[in-house]
């Protein structure tokens, strides 16, 4: 079994907490401080991802 790391920075459950993610059938682990790009820039995980790019950001009307 391998070890759960953040998609984005690798870093082990055992040095940060990580939150489970689910994507396309996929099991997945991002840090706290790794969370706030997934919502605001995903496309920065593109590579890490597959697809994720296509993910456009929410559009907040004002
Ligand atoms: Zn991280």
Redesign the pocket.
């Known amino acids: 079994m391998t070890e759960k790391t ?1 998609l ?2 690798d ?1 082990a459950a055992d040095l ?1 907490p990580l939150i489970s993610l689910e994507y396309r059938g996929e099991t997945y682990a ?2 706290p ?2 969370f706030p790009v997934l919502i605001h820039k995903p496309q920065n995980l593109a590579g890490k991802l597959p697809g994720i790019e296509n993910i456009s950001p929410a559009d907040h009307q004002h």
């Open positions: 953040c984005n920075c870093r940060i991002i840090c401080q790794c």
